[in-house]
C-alpha cells in the first residue's frame, strides 16, 4: 500500500496520459519479455475464471429472485441472460487455456479486450442498483448494497494482475452503487454511498499495489531465467569441446547428407550413411548401459514425434571400444505450407564436459587420495542399512586408526604419509566384501560398515585377521615401514541407533583399544566413554588456552601470480600445548567445533588477526577461515564490525573464507548473514571449490570475491587432464563472474605456471612462502623487494 501512495503523489503534477501510465504500468514497455508477461497477466486472471463466472451466475440468480416480485420481469430476463453470455464468453477463454490453445505471449490490445470485458461487465452490475435500488423495500436494498460490495471486492481481485482493468470494474461498479444509494431520500444510505466509495479506492489501491508486486515478480523471474542461461551457457562453453557435428533427416529418419565428422561420430563411412536411417546407426552404436540411458533411443524417437524443438538430449555411443556421450539438440524442419519435413539439429561431444562433472560428482562422495568412500557416503549408506529391518539385524560398524602414522609423516614426509593411506586403503578393500563398505573419515581414521556379520565372533575373527595384515611390512619411498593400527567395533544392539550414535560408539570402542597399547581392537561397552578422555583434556585444556597464550596465529602469504607480490596473508591458528608441544588444528579444531568452543575460539582468532593486520601496509590484506558453527545462530555481522572499529582495519582488508560445509544445514539466516557482512565490505571467499556439494547454485546466491582452488587439483593437475580441465574451467566460470581465484598447495614452479597458463590470478603454497609467526612478517614489509623475495619462496 506504501508503494501506491508514493506512485499516487509522485503522479500527481503529471498530465492524466502519463499518471494513468504511471500507476498502471506494472513493467517497462521496452522489456523484451514484455508479451510473455502480458499473456502470464491474462492467464492469471483465466485461473480464477471458474469462480468468479461462477459468482456472476449465482449472485445475479440472488438479485432476480430477491426482485422478481417488485421488478420488471423483462428488466431482470435481459438482465440475467446478459450475465450468463458473459460468463459464458469467459469459460470459454478458461477452456481454451486449459486445452493449451491460448498464445504464450499477448499484445497490448489483448490487455486492452480484457479491460472493456471487464467494464462491459461492471455496466451490466451498475444497471442494477441504478434501476433496481431506489424503489426497493429496505430488506431488498440491504441484499443489494452486500451483493455490490461483494462483486466490487472479488471482481477487483480477481483481475488484480491486470490493474487497468480492474480498477475500471471497481470504479464503474462503485459509482453505480454509490449514485443509486444517494438517490435515496435517507441519510444513511448516503453514508453506505459514502463508504461505498472510500471502499472502492481502498481495492483500486490494494490492487495496483499488488499488480506492481506481480510485476516486479515477473522482472525477477525473468532476470534469474536469463542469468541461468548465461551460466548455462558459460559451462558449456569452457567446459566441452567444439567439435560439433551437423545432422538432418527427412520426416522418415532418413539422413539427408553426410559429413566426415557424422561418420566418424558414428563410426562408419560416409558411403554408409548415403540415405541410411539414423536410428539403425544409433542402436548399433548404443553401449550397453545398466542406468537410466538404458532407454534414450525410445526417449529420442518420443522427442521427434512429438514435433517440438529440443535441447541436450544427451546420448551415449560406442566408437571403437570408447564410450563418448553426445548432446543432441534440433528443430523441426517444414515445408512453405508449414507441414513437417524432417529435422535439422546440431551434435556436441560432451564426453570431457561429462566426466569433469562425474569427477566433481565422485570427489563429493569419495575421499580423494585413496578413492575409499568419505564420511558423508558412510553416514548415508549407514543410515540405509539402519531404515532396512533385513540389514540391520546383522550390522557392524567398525573405526580404525593408524598407529604412529604422525611418526611416519614427521620422518618421510607428507608424500609418505600419503602413500600409506594409499596401501592401507588397498588392504581393507581386499580384507573385506563387496557387501561391506570402506570410507576414509578423516585423517589416517577409517570406517568399515560390515553386512551379514554373524555375530561378535566372527566379527572379533575378522579383525584380528584385519590388524595382522596391516601389520605387515609396506614400502615408503624406498624405506620398509611396519604400521599397526587399532580397531574399535560397534554391533547394533536390540534398541533403536542412530547412524551418528553408532558411529560415536565404534569411536569409543576405538579410544578404548589405543588406551591399551595400540594394534589392538575392542567392541563397544556402554563403561566407555570415559576412554574419551583426552578429548576432554583438549576441550578442557583449550578452554584456558587462549589466555595462557598456547595460541598463537602464524601467517601464509598469498601472491599475485601476475606480478609475484603479496597481496595478503591467511591466518592459521597453531597451538602450543605446554605439555604435549605442538598439536595438529585437525586434532583440536573438531573437539572445539562438536563442544561449543569453536565461538569463542573463532572470535577469538578473529580478533588477533584483525589486530595484527591493522599494524601491517595498508595494501595487504587478511583472510580468515570461519567455521560453519560461527555462521550459524551467531550476529557474526556485529562482532566483525565492532572488532574492525576497535582495531581500525579497513572492512575491504578482511576476508573470510567459508567451506562448502557451512550450506549442509543452509537456512535463511545463514545467507541473510552473509549478504549483510558483504554489504559492510567484508569479502567473502569460497574455500576448497569444486569439493563439496553446490558449488555453482551458491556463485549465483552469495556474492564470492575469491574461489580457492582446492590442493587436491592443483598435486594431480599436472599429471591429470581431468583434474587440469576442472581447474581451468573453475578459474574460467570465476574470470567470467568477476571473481578472482586462489590456488592453494602450490609447491613446485611447475605448478605455478600452470596456473598461470590457466589464468588463475593468486597462489598459495610451500614453495611461494610457509607460514611463520606474526614477527617474522615485518622484516618483508619495508621494501617491495623483500616482499618480492617471500613470493620467491
Keep these: ?32 519479455q514484455a508479451p ?34 417488485v421488478a420488471s420481469h423483462a428488466f431482470l430476463i435481459f438482465w440475467v441472460s446478459a450475465v450468463f453470455i458473459a460468463a459464458l464468453a469467459g469459460g470459454r477463454s478458461w477452456f481454451a487455456m486449459r486445452r493449451g490453445a491460448l498464445r504464450q505471449t499477448a499484445s497490448p490490445r489483448a490487455l486492452r479486450r480484457a479491460a472493456i470485458h471487464a467494464s462491459a461487465l461492471a455496466f451490466l452490475w451498475a444497471a442494477v442498483p441504478i434501476v433496481l435500488f431506489d424503489g426497493a423495500d429496505p430488506h431488498r436494498q440491504i441484499v443489494l448494497a452486500c451483493i455490490c460490495a461483494g462483486m466490487i471486492c472479488a471482481g477487483g481481485f480477481a483481475l488484480t494482475t491486470v490493474p487497468f482493468a480492474a480498477s475500471l470494474y471497481v470504479l464503474i461498479l462503485s459509482i453505480g452503487s454509490a449514485l443509486a444509494m444517494f438517490r435515496v431520500p435517507d441519510s444513511v444510505f448516503a453514508t453506505l454511498a459514502g463508504l461505498l466509495c472510500i471502499y472502492g479506492f481502498i ?19 525473468a532476470r534469474a531465467e536469463r542469468q541461468a542461461q548465461v551460466i548455462s551457457l558459460l559451462l558449456r562453453d569452457f567446459e566441452e569441446s567444439m567439435s560439433d557435428v551437423l545432422w538432418e533427416i527427412d520426416e522418415h529418419g532418413r539422413l539427408r547428407h553426410a559429413s566426415p565428422r557424422l561418420a566418424e561420430m558414428l563410426d562408419t563411412s560416409i558411403d554408409e550413411l548415403a540415405n541410411a536411417y539414423l536410428f539403425d546407426h544409433l542402436k548399433r552404436n548404443i553401449p550397453d548401459l545398466a542406468d537410466e540411458h538404458a532407454g534414450n533411443i525410445s526417449e529420442l524417437r518420443d522427442l521427434l514425434s512429438s514435433g517440438e524443438p529440443f535441447r541436450d538430449f544427451v546420448i551415449p555411443l560406442r566408437v571403437r571400444n570408447e564410450t563418448k556421450w553426445w548432446s543432441l539438440t534440433a528443430k523441426p524442419v517444414t515445408t512453405p505450407e508449414k507441414m513437417p519435413s524432417g529435422w535439422r539439429g546440431v551434435a556436441t561431444d560432451v564426453t570431457h564436459a561429462r566426466r569433469a562433472h ?14 575409499l568412500a568419505n564420511r558423508y557416503q ?61 570410507a576414509r573419515l578423516g585423517g589416517d581414521e577409517f570406517g568399515l560398515l560390515l553386512a551379514d556379520a554373524d555375530g561378535p565372533a566372527e566379527v572379533a575373527r575378522f579383525a584380528r585377521r584385519l590388524l595382522d595384515d596391516l601389520e605387515q611390512p609396506c614400502e615408503l619411498d624406498g624405506a620398509k615401514m611396519t604400521i599397526g593400527a587399532s580397531l574399535g567395533i560397534a554391533m547394533l544392539s536390540d534398541r533403536e541407533t542412530a547412524p551418528s550414535s553408532l558411529l560415536r560408539d565404534a569411536d569409543f570402542a576405538l579410544y578404548a583399544a589405543k588406551a591399551e597399547g595400540r594394534g589392538r581392537f575392542r567392541f563397544f561397552e556402554p563403561g566407555m566413554a570415559s576412554t574419551m578422555q583426552r578429548r576432554q583434556l583438549i576441550e578442557r585444556e583449550l578452554r584456558n588456552a587462549m589466555e595462557r597464550g598456547d595460541l598463537t596465529l602464524w601467517y601464509q602469504p598469498q601472491v599475485s601470480i601476475e606480478t609475484g607480490e603479496i597481496t595478503r596473508f591467511e591466518a592459521l591458528i597453531r597451538w602450543n600445548h ?25 572470535r577469538w582468532l578473529l580478533d588477533r588477526a584483525c589486530a595484527e593486520a591493522a599494524t601491517w601496509p595498508a595494501h595487504l590484506g587478511i583472510a580468515v577461515n570461519i567455521s560453519p558453527v560461527q555462521i550459524v545462530g551467531q550476529d557474526l555481522c556485529s562482532q566483525i564490525g565492532e572488532m574492525l572499529r576497535t582495531h581500525g582495519l579497513a572492512s575491504d582488508r578482511l576476508e573470510l573464507e567459508i567451506t562448502e560445509t557451512a550450506f549442509l544445514n543452509e537456512s535463511a539466516a545463514t545467507l541473510d548473514q552473509l549478504q549483510a557482512l558483504h554489504a559492510t565490505g567484508v569479502k567473502l571467499a569460497l574455500d576448497d571449490f569444486g569439493t563439496g556439494y553446490a558449488s555453482l547454485a551458491y556463485l549465483r ?26 581447474v581451468r574451467s573453475v578459474v574460467t566460470l570465476a574470470s567470467t563472474l568477476g571473481i578472482s581465484t586462489v590456488a592453494e598447495g602450490v609447491e613446485s614452479r611447475e605448478q605455478l605456471d600452470a596456473l598461470r597458463r590457466d589464468g588463475c590470478t593468486h597462489a598459495q603454497g610451500f614453495y611461494l612462502g610457509a607460514p611463520v609467526p606474526a614477527g617474522s612478517l615485518r622484516q618483508y614489509f619495508g621494501s617491495a623487494e623483500a616482499a618480492r623475495h617471500l613470493a620467491a619462496g
Design 36 to 69: 510473455a508477461f502480458r499473456a502470464k497477466q491474462i492467464q492469471a486472471v483465466l485461473r480464477l475464471t471458474p469462480l468468479t463466472m461462477l459468482a456472476n451466475v449465482v449472485n445475479a440468480l440472488l438479485v432476480a429472485k430477491a426482485f422478481w416480485p
Design 578 to 602: 605446554h605439555v604435549h608441544g605442538w598439536m595438529e588444528p585437525g586434532e583440536f579444531i573438531p573437539i572445539a567445533e562438536s563442544s561449543g568452543l569453536i565461538v569463542r575460539l573463532g
Design 378 to 438: 558412510f553416514l548415508a549408506r549407514l543410515r540405509t542399512m539402519l531404515d532396512s529391518p533385513a540389514e540391520q539385524s546383522h550390522l557392524a560398524v567398525a573405526c580404525l586408526d593408524l598407529d604412529k602414522f604422525k611418526d611416519v609423516n614427521d620422518a618421510l614426509g607428507h608424500h609418505a604419509g600419503d602413500q600409506l593411506l594409499q596401501i592401507v586403503a588397498q588392504r581393507l578393500l581386499t580384507a573385506t566384501r563387496q557387501t561391506d563398505l570402506v
Design 701 to 726: 546466491r552469495l556474492p564470492f570475491d575469491t574461489l580457492k582452488v582446492d590442493r587436491s587439483f592443483v598435486h594431480e593437475m599436472l599429471e591429470s587432464q581431468e583434474a587440469e580441465a576442472i
Design 203 to 221: 481495492v483500486i489501491a490494494s490492487v495496483i499495489e499488488t499488480a506492481h508486486a506481480f510485476g516486479a515478480r515477473l522482472m525477477a523471474e
Design 1 to 32: 500500500m506504501d508503494r501506491f501512495f508514493l506512485d499516487f503523489s509522485a503522479v500527481l503534477h503529471l498530465p492524466v496520459r502519463q499518471a494513468m501510465q504511471r500507476l498502471f504500468t506494472i513493467y517497462p514497455d521496452d522489456e523484451p
Design 358 to 371: 562425474e569427477k566433481i560428482a565422485h570427489l563429493a562422495h569419495h575421499d580423494n587420495l585413496t578413492g
